[in-house]
């Protein structure tokens, strides 16, 4: 990771040697479209992995990682970073359920839920 970089003012971090890719969000809707469902099972870094699959599903870097439907804590920001570095976000602030975001705004989705996996962490 630490001989990576980026090729551009704006571009994405990309390690070095590594052939991975970022997808656009139609492409990630494309292959969730071909599941019914995506269970994530393991600690909190996995936790944060349906967070950001989530969050990509909204296409919402700002508030696509936190229940825009609750109140955040008094005092707390659970937006951008929020809910992947303040334990204050944990469980009821943070979006690592796409049926919780389907059922209070799906408006806010851009992958269309009849045709895309429910991602889930337990």
Request: aromatic letters at 10%.
């Amino acid at each position: 990771m630490s001989s990576g970089g980026r090729v551009g003012f704006d571009a994405p971090y990309s390690p070095r040697g590594c052939d991975m890719r970022w997808f656009r969000p139609d492409e990630m809707c494309e292959i969730l479209s071909r599941f019914s469902k995506v269970q994530i099972i393991g600690d909190s870094l996995m936790r944060n992995l349906a967070v950001a699959m989530n969050l990509l599903m909204r296409t919402d870097l700002y508030n696509g990682g936190r229940t825009t439907w609750v109140e955040d804590p008094k005092g707390v920001d659970c937006t951008c970073s929020g809910p992947f570095q303040n334990r204050a976000c944990d469980v009821w602030h943070i979006t690592a359920n796409t049926e919780l975001v389907y059922e209070n705004d799906p408006g806010s989705l851009y992958c269309p839920f009849e045709d895309t996996a429910i991602v889930n962490c337990k």
